[in-house]
């Protein structure tokens, strides 16, 4: 978090527990100032009754006005002591609502800053390597690899910038729902094998294994299910060493369909494993932080996967990496 968004959440948290304090110190006051009024009243009604005990004929009418002052004494306290437990809780309830609400608040703000910042750098890079690879082959007479090569690469770039408007588009169209799902009949071995070409010829110096059954039929959205391989695929090479292979799985069981990705990378804390899922949450300090990427990858997967009645986890890859688990339930 960057310093000013330090300073800000320090002095907005000091504000709100020095008004829950004066809050407080105001509620026992309050309390204190009561009791102390209700016993003054029962010591004055006891005199007043003591100072008439010549013209009361009866100790027995004397007894009964006495129990009866003592009575609402007791009375008194007992409303003051469970209003001011009810108030009590309530203002305890509030500040807890209020302080989580406000450090929620602050935390979105952050990573959407964070994710700004993402964006802005993840959108100019493919743009600018695009444009001075285009400007290389416009002014100098390149022989035939090197021209390919040059195009090999410029195609990359666009496919990465599509693959990151895509994300940012879809997951603003699904978030306000905007976006009308088509459920349809799909074979779910042909799409991964069409997004593991697709990995592999773009990126060909990586090593990709692949176990798919065939016939692993699903109803759902094209465009969402391989835009949902495609994030799980991306984040696999993300974050494996180039020499490492990513690792593609589909098995066909009695009550549903399994996918798997995995990876052999430096894994996920365990703390950090419900956290991934969350939008624009990315792992590691944003200083720190030398992969690229934005924090909707794998928001988008558990979205999608959800629309498809399905259930995504991941779980570590023994002896080290992550595996990404998607199960179709049928």
């Given at each position: 978090m960057p310093d000013a968004s330090r300073k800000r959440l320090s002095r907005t948290t000091f504000i709100y527990w020095m008004l829950l304090l004066y809050i407080m110190a105001a509620l026992v006051w309050w309390f204190i100032s009561l009791l102390h009024q209700n016993t003054t009243m029962m010591k004055f009604e006891v005199s007043s009754l003591q100072a008439k005990v010549d013209s009361i004929s009866s100790p027995l009418?004397?007894?009964?006005?006495?129990?009866?002052?003592?009575?609402?004494?007791?009375?008194?306290?007992?409303?003051?002591?469970?209003?001011?437990?009810?108030?009590?809780?309530?203002?305890?309830?509030?500040?807890?609502?209020?302080?989580?609400?406000v450090r929620r608040q602050f935390r979105m703000q952050q990573q959407q800053q964070n994710f700004?910042?993402?964006?802005?750098?993840?959108?100019?890079?493919?743009?600018?390597?695009?444009?001075?690879?285009?400007?290389?082959l416009q002014k100098y007479s390149?022989?035939?690899?090197?021209?390919?090569?040059?195009?090999?690469?410029?195609?990359?770039?666009?496919?990465?910038l599509n693959f990151l408007t895509n994300n940012i588009l879809i997951s603003s169209q699904l978030d306000g729902g905007g976006y009308q799902t088509s459920k349809e009949?799909?074979?779910?071995?042909?799409?991964?094998?069409?997004?593991?070409?697709?990995?592999?010829?773009?990126?060909?110096?990586r090593i990709f294994k692949e176990q798919i059954e065939q016939d692993a039929d699903v109803k759902g959205d094209s465009l969402l299910l391989q835009m949902m391989i495609n994030n799980l695929l991306e984040n696999a090479m993300k974050y494996s060493p180039k020499e490492g292979p990513v690792s593609a799985l589909l098995k066909r069981y009695r009550s549903?369909?399994?996918?798997?990705?995995?990876?052999?990378?430096?894994?996920?804390?365990?703390?950090?494993?419900?956290?991934?899922?969350?939008?624009?949450?990315?792992?590691?300090?944003?200083?720190t932080r030398k992969t690229q990427g934005t924090g909707l990858g794998l928001y988008l997967c558990q979205k999608i996967a959800r629309d498809h009645n399905a259930d995504i986890s991941v779980t570590d890859n023994v002896p080290h990496g992550s595996i990404f688990t998607v199960i179709f339930k049928v």
């Open positions: 009418l004397y007894k009964q006005e006495l129990e009866k002052i003592t009575r609402e004494h007791k009375q008194n306290r007992s409303k003051y002591i469970g209003e001011g437990g009810i108030f009590l809780l309530l203002i305890l309830v509030g500040a807890a609502f209020v302080y989580r609400s700004m910042m993402a964006v802005t750098h993840e959108l100019k890079t493919p743009i600018s390597v695009t444009r001075l690879n285009l400007e290389t390149l022989d035939p690899e090197k021209q390919k090569k040059l195009i090999r690469t410029t195609l990359d770039e666009t496919s990465r009949d799909l074979d779910l071995s042909g799409l991964l094998t069409d997004c593991l070409n697709d990995f592999k010829n773009r990126f060909p110096d549903g369909i399994e996918l798997q990705i995995s990876d052999e990378g430096p894994g996920i804390p365990e703390e950090e494993k419900k956290k991934i899922f969350s939008k624009f949450y990315r792992i590691g300090n944003e200083a």
